[in-house]
């Protein structure tokens, strides 16, 4: 099948897209840190997704006729799947920032840049899987009557997130919020190579205190929305190859749209998030989906379209059950 890989014309327009819309976010309309109010948070949720939209139809317009619908369905599915797992992301920065009691309008600049970290980290993971996919392979075999090729990396993903959507169905976020972030790998971390003050300084990341240069508590936050986001990838990356497996452009690509989407997500959620409190039944129910379509894809294909179809019904399920049957506890909580 042809891979986006061979389409130069999309590699430059997406790389131009996202450098540009970077550095018009961070210095035209986010110069001066300041708390995002509801109404700009939907503008650029909107904006956000409109964009990744509409990259999908211009991957479908350049791509190979016969191939065009199914990139256009394999990136909609990898970057739907994205969106949905990263919801529960969002769940743990909302908890990061009440700890730390950080200021409202430094957030923005806290999840700007973990999104740059994530820029690094995605591509990494993204492409290493899919040199680790390509060579592991086991050779042709017949099963069942059937000749099949398994792929052992894919296999151990698919059990994995089946594993990862029950333990999900059943875990409880009650004790999340008693969870003391301090100790999280990505503090450590900061605290290990840093001296870090007790003092927030405006939204700046480093300071000074009596002539030394210091690392502020907003780093220490950054250090920490990393190792999350990190955390989660764990789940979201072997979830999407699923979709497409043999093209890691389409994977990168779709990831960093809804990843760069978030931010604004974020302020909305906050606000909103009783309109999730069943959503991570809906997520669990989506990652033992997608595992076990990647343990029967030696035997059974299921295609990007349908996948995409069943993934968008289980999360508008998710939302209007959440609506209806709201979770007292989970509103409160948060």
């Known amino acids: ?83 949905a797992l990263s919801v529960d992301n969002l769940f743990v920065f909302i908890l990061v920032f009440g700890f730390f009691n950080v200021p409202r309008e430094y957030h923005h600049k806290v999840l700007f840049w973990g999104i740059i970290g994530a820029l690094v980290l995605r591509a990494f993971f993204i492409f290493a899987g899919f040199g680790l996919i390509s060579m592991t392979f086991l050779p042709e075999m017949k099963i069942f009557g059937q000749l099949v090729s398994i792929n052992i990396v894919l296999t151990v993903f698919g059990a994995f997130l089946i594993y990862a959507g029950i333990k999900s169905w059943f875990a409880s976020t009650i004790d999340d919020g008693e969870k003391d972030f301090r ?109 076990l379509k990647m343990v029967i894809a030696p035997f059974f294909h299921i295609g990007s379209t349908l996948s995409l179809s069943i993934v968008g019904g289980i999360l508008i399920l998710s939302v209007v059950a959440s609506l209806i049957f709201p979770v007292k506890e989970t509103k409160e909580h948060h």
Do not use: C
Not at 18 to 23: D, G, K, R, S, T
Not at 53 to 79: D, H, L, R
Not at 197 to 215: I, L, M, P, W, Y
């Open 1 to 83: 099948m042809d891979n986006l890989i061979n389409h130069p014309g999309i590699i430059i327009g997406f790389v131009l897209t996202v450098i540009f819309m970077l550095a018009l976010d961070l210095g035209v309309f986010n110069r001066k840190s300041h708390v995002i109010s509801n109404m700009e948070a939907a503008v650029w949720s909107i904006f956000w997704i409109g964009l990744s939209m509409g990259f999908s139809v211009f991957i479908y317009i350049v791509t190979n006729e016969q191939v065009g619908m199914e990139k256009f369905s394999q990136y909609q599915a990898a970057y739907w799947i994205e969106k």
């Open 183 to 291: 100790k999280s790998p990505g503090a450590r971390i900061i605290h290990k190579f840093f001296t870090v003050s007790n003092d927030f300084d405006g939204d700046k990341f480093f300071t000074k205190k009596n002539g030394v240069r210091v690392a502020t508590p907003l780093f220490v936050v950054l250090g920490v929305v990393e190792f999350t986001d990190v955390i989660f990838a764990v789940d979201s990356i072997p979830a999407i190859f699923a979709i497409a497996p043999d093209d890691p452009f389409i994977l990168y690509t779709s990831n960093i749209f809804a990843i760069l989407g978030l931010r604004s997500l974020y302020f909305l959620l906050a606000n909103f998030i009783y309109m999730f409190s069943r959503l991570k039944f809906g997520l669990a129910i989506i990652l033992a989906f997608i595992g």
